[in-house]
């Protein structure tokens, strides 16, 4: 049977091995995130592979409850992959945020933190097991399995 692998957070340009998904109410999505209810509209619960989460990670206002969502949707065994800013770099990707979301393309509904967090030990606490984690330049990836 197929895999189903989710690209969270894709915007209109997802990774073609993935499902595209995120907050709006798009029709060219796949899937849409109701940040509000915390589902994963058309999906079912315990039925995805993989979720695939390129620099989104600094832009959900509570991790936790993010996080808590995906887990409902993956199937044990199922993964999470993330790529997001390493912390040496934060700050410079925190300044470029700024100017391309308030100045360049003004996009004031996109929310970014304005501090590193430490999501990893927030993945440990909910009993996702490492498989994966190391820096490449300014990125860190990190591959994360539900239990
Ligand atoms: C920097 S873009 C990354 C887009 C794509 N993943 C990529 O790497 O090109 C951040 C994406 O996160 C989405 N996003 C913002 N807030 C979100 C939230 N609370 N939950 C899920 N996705 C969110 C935005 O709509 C946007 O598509």
Redesign the pocket.
């Given at each position: 049977m197929e895999k189903l692998k989710i690209?969270?957070?894709?915007?209109?340009?997802?990774?073609k091995d993935y499902k595209s998904?995120?907050?709006?109410f798009s029709p060219i999505l796949d899937f849409v995130?109701d940040?509000k209810k915390n589902k994963i509209l058309y999906c079912k619960i315990n039925s995805v592979d993989e979720f695939?989460?390129?620099?989104?990670v600094?832009?959900?206002?509570?991790i936790e409850k993010?996080f808590k969502c995906l887990k409902k949707y993956l199937k044990k065994g199922g993964i999470i992959k993330i790529?997001d800013v390493n912390k040496n770099y934060f700050k410079q990707n925190l300044f470029l945020?700024r100017l391309w979301y308030r100045f360049i393309i003004p996009?004031n509904?996109?929310?970014?933190s304005e501090v590193y967090r430490d999501y990893k030990s927030i993945l440990k606490d909910m009993n996702f097991q490492v498989l994966e984690n190391y820096v490449i330049a300014e990125k860190e990836v990190s591959v994360w399995k539900k239990s």
């Open positions: 690209d969270f957070g894709s915007g209109y340009a997802h990774n998904c995120d907050i709006t995130y940040y695939y989460l390129r620099n989104v600094h832009h959900l206002p509570d993010t790529i945020d996009q509904e996109i929310w970014f």
